[in-house]
């Protein structure tokens, strides 16, 4: 044996050299996944955090409407356009097509309840208009929910 | 009007004459509004304005918006190239989908088959 590796040591070390750069290899690709995996949890955990915000903020403009607090209602619609947008921007890369549209139907949405809430307070609109704004702050606040 | 302008009016009838985009109504009822490839949102609408006579006349018009809400285009039915009727019907199936009026004139003729 002791004349087999001292002829042979060479060859012993380079199989053992092998042997160990695939067992680093392995770990070290494990280590990455386990890395990448913690971070698609932080990402998505903060993802679901900015869409609840979100979902609160459309249910309140809904419920604003409802009472027919158009300032508050109007206050409500600017902040969560703006956090639509940022929505959109952050996560782009990490969205699925259908996600981003629902995002783009949202801030169209509130583009037109804000158009809405801009030209006369809600007491003044029609049955009807106090029925298409309820109907398109309840749009909104589904597509947060879901 | 400009070829590509058309072209895109004549490709947002086709694509909304069967049925692939989801037009969805809006706060304002005359417009409603699709996005598309999670990139653009498209809207139609229906507005009066007078003609020559200072007569109130209904005009409709299609605007695409890109990812930052800014508008790109805006055709309407004033536009050279672009037929007045082809513009109505753009705007009424869309005005259809979004209100899913024929799922429900299906549903009503159910419940009349029913009396």
């Not at chain 1, 106090?130 to 879901?146: M, T």
């Not at chain 2, 109130?56 to 309407?76: A, N, Y």
């Not at chain 2, 753009?90 to 979004?98: I, S």
């Amino acid at each position: 044996m002791i004349e087999f590796l001292a002829g042979n040591w060479g060859n012993v070390a380079s199989v053992a050299g092998l042997f160990f750069s695939i067992l680093a290899f392995v770990f070290s690709k494990r280590a990455s996944i386990a890395a990448r995996e913690a971070r698609n949890a932080t990402l998505l955990r903060s993802l679901g955090e900015e869409m609840n915000g979100a979902n609160r903020m459309a249910g309140e403009i809904s419920t604003y409407v409802a009472m027919e607090r158009g300032d508050m209602a109007l206050l409500r619609t600017s902040e969560l356009m703006n956090q639509t947008s940022y929505f959109m921007a952050r996560w782009d890369n990490r969205l699925s097509e259908g996600s981003k549209n629902n995002l783009l139907s949202v801030r169209e949405q509130l583009h037109f309840i804000h158009e809405v809430l801009t030209k006369s307070p809600v007491a003044d609109l029609s049955p009807k208009a106090k029925a298409q704004l309820a109907q398109a702050s309840q749009r909104v606040n589904a597509i947060f929910s879901e | 009007m400009d070829a590509k302008a058309v072209q895109f009016f004549e490709e947002v009838l086709s694509k909304t004459r069967a049925g692939k985009l989801r037009w969805e109504p809006t706060a304002v009822e005359s417009d409603y509004i699709a996005a598309v490839g999670g990139q653009f949102t498209l809207s139609v609408a229906e507005y009066e304005r007078e003609n020559r006579y200072s007569q109130p006349i209904m005009q409709h018009s299609l605007t695409l918006k890109d990812q930052e809400g800014r508008t790109l285009t805006r055709v309407t039915d004033m536009d050279d190239g672009i037929a007045e009727a082809e513009m109505r019907e753009l705007y009424e199936t869309a005005r259809r989908q979004a209100l899913h009026v024929d799922e429900k004139i299906e549903s009503l003729l159910g419940a009349l088959s029913k009396l």
